[in-house]
């Protein structure tokens, strides 16, 4: 095989690694072999990653944990950049050399910690040329969670009212960008230290979550985005007219969400964001356009993992955390 894309004669690479469940110190950097690719896979060099709260959930022994307990020591993280160095004799578009961009097999191990990753064609886009890779690695997961609930889910119209929750988080100031996108009138909530990022993204209306309840100036929305979860259930269902509908995104309690939705009569949906090919697609091209603009809020090196999780986890950050490789 071909491998002049390794520097040296080594074939193993750098990854960061988690052989327990714990605080951000059991993230360990360590060589690992080179992934092998299947017929319809890539295998990318990594330029830039992201990192989600999933990440860090995980990490800690929630989030997807229950599901690779069995496959420790583990490699995380879903959201990468980066060049393909090999491509499977089943692939259909990509070639070596192609500079792609996707969340790869969420939510299963992503294995994206890495100087490599082998990731199927069909979770890829190709990245504009326009967009660093710093940036198109932010706008994987979180991009297509709001893409997913907005525009698939919730099939927002033109004028419809919408409130964002955490419209400063990853998921929210894409959720902000999109909604005014597909021609709503959007209300989006943080902190008063968010506001201006938040009406940069292009809401209508701010509200401080901290100021005073939501719910007590926010009224008969169309639609609600919930990105915290718990009370904000109940609280979120309040402010929706009849007939309108709230997607949840946290995981835990959300499951109830569509039967308390529906004692009043309205939809209620927990939905977790799933790896596609076409979307991601939709996603590169309202990036090359400028429709969608990732917002860097730090910048870390792969060898600062853990001060990426502690940022993350902070539930505080604006916009996106990358990783650069
Ligand atoms: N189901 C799925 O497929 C899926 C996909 C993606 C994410 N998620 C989940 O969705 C949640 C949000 O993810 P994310 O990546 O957007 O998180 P994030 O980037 O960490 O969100 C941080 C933002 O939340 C804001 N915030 C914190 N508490 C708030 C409150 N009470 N009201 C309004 N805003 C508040 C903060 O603003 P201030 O600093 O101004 O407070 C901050 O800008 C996480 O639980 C994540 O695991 C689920």
Redesign the pocket.
Same mark, same amino acid.
């Given at each position: 095989m071909d491998k002049e894309y390794l520097s040296g004669n080594k074939d193993n690479m750098k990854a960061v690694t988690l052989h327990e469940f714990g605080g951000t110190e059991v993230l360990k950097m360590e060589e690992r072999q080179l992934p092998e690719i299947r017929p319809e896979q890539v295998l990318i060099k990594v330029m830039a990653l992201s990192i989600?709260?999933?990440d860090a959930?995980t990490r800690s022994g929630k989030?997807i944990a229950g599901r690779i307990k069995d496959q420790l020591p583990a490699i995380l993280g879903w959201d990468i950049s980066g060049v393909v160095v090999e491509a499977g004799t089943g692939t259909k578009y990509l070639k070596k050399g192609d500079e792609v961009f996707g969340m790869i097999a969420f939510p299963e191990l992503g294995n994206a910690y890495a100087e490599f990753v082998a990731a199927d064609e069909s979770a890829l886009a190709l990245k504009p040329s326009g967009i660093s890779h710093e940036a198109a690695a932010t706008a994987t997961?979180?991009a297509l969670?709001a893409w997913q609930a907005l525009h698939h889910k919730a099939k927002i119209k033109p004028g419809q009212r919408v409130l964002i929750?955490?419209?400063? *988080? *990853?998921?929210?100031?894409f959720a902000v960008q999109i909604a005014k996108y597909l021609g709503a009138h959007v209300t989006g909530?943080?902190?008063?230290?968010?506001r201006d990022f938040i009406l940069s993204l292009g809401a209508d209306r701010h509200v401080d979550?901290?100021a005073r309840p939501?719910e007590e100036v926010i009224s008969k929305v169309d639609f609600v985005l919930d990105?915290?979860?718990g009370e904000?259930i109940d609280r979120s269902l309040q402010v929706i007219r009849k007939g309108g509908t709230i997607i949840s995104?946290?995981?835990g309690l959300n499951e109830t969400v569509t039967e308390k939705a529906k004692a009043i009569g309205i939809e209620g949906y927990?939905?977790?964001?799933h790896t596609s090919g076409p979307d991601m697609q939709t996603i590169a091209s309202l990036l090359e356009k400028g429709i969608l603009k990732p917002h860097i809020f730090k910048t870390f090196r792969f060898e600062e993992m853990a001060a990426a999780h502690q940022q993350?986890e902070? *539930?505080?950050?604006?916009?996106?955390i990358a990783v650069i490789l």
């Open positions: 989600n709260p999933v959930k989030g997961l979180a969670t929750h955490a419209a400063s *988080g *990853g998921v929210g100031h909530t943080s902190s008063a230290e968010n979550y901290k939501f990105t915290i979860g904000y995104i946290p995981s927990f939905i977790l964001v993350i902070s *539930g505080h950050t604006a916009g996106k």
